[in-house]
């Protein structure tokens, strides 16, 4: 079975893009041209949003390396800690909404301490999976059309991040037990 499985992801990306050129052939659409279009409005597109992208990662960079991350994580513990949420937990649900690089190293830290059957392994995979890298998403998405405003948009992410991080732990919890 393990074979057949790799047999077929082996072809699937090939025979998707000949299906795609294929189609469009057969539709009468000019592919080469529609790719260059799209690849230029793709360069257009980074171009936008590069500044947005720059400063995010200057403000996640100053955060990490002036020990602002750290206080916070000192002040969050004891709190979090009566809450029966691991501290080691802390610096992903931290970092998770700003950077997904520097959340998935913590991650793999977490895994090689931890290991990936701990209860602290599975939380933290599941905070992964569960939430999004908020200020990466606002800066990239409403950069790259233009939007300055964000209204709401911040607070509702940061809210779905927060409640995808509390159901992560208590799922866990319910599910692998502490």
């Known amino acids: 079975m393990i074979n057949i499985l ?8 090939p025979v998707f893009i000949v299906f795609v050129l294929g189609y469009g052939f057969y539709k009468g659409v000019p592919v080469y041209e529609e790719f260059i279009e799209g690849a230029k ?3 257009t597109t980074v171009v936008r949003i590069l500044p947005y992208l720059t400063a995010m990662l200057v403000a996640i960079g100053v955060f990490r390396t002036s020990g ?6 000192s002040v969050l513990a004891p709190v979090t800690g009566w809450l029966g949420i691991s501290p080691e937990l802390l610096p992903l649900a931290l970092l998770r909404p700003m950077s997904g690089s520097a959340s998935a190293g913590l991650l793999a830290e977490l895994l090689k ?3 990936p059957d701990s209860i602290i392994g599975r939380t933290a995979s599941t905070m992964m999976g569960s939430t ?3 200020f990466y998403t606002i800066s990239v998405y409403l950069g790259s059309v233009g ?4 209204r709401y948009i911040l607070a509702a992410g940061l809210m779905a991040d927060l409640a995808a991080f509390a159901a992560s732990i208590a799922i866990c919890k319910l599910v692998f037990g502490s």
């Open 6 to 13: 790799q047999g077929i992801s082996a072809f699937a990306i």
């Open 41 to 43: 409005e793709g360069f």
């Open 68 to 73: 602002a991350m750290e206080l916070l994580i």
């Open 113 to 115: 301490t931890n290991g």
């Open 132 to 134: 999004e890298t908020t």
């Open 147 to 150: 939007i300055k405003k964000t």
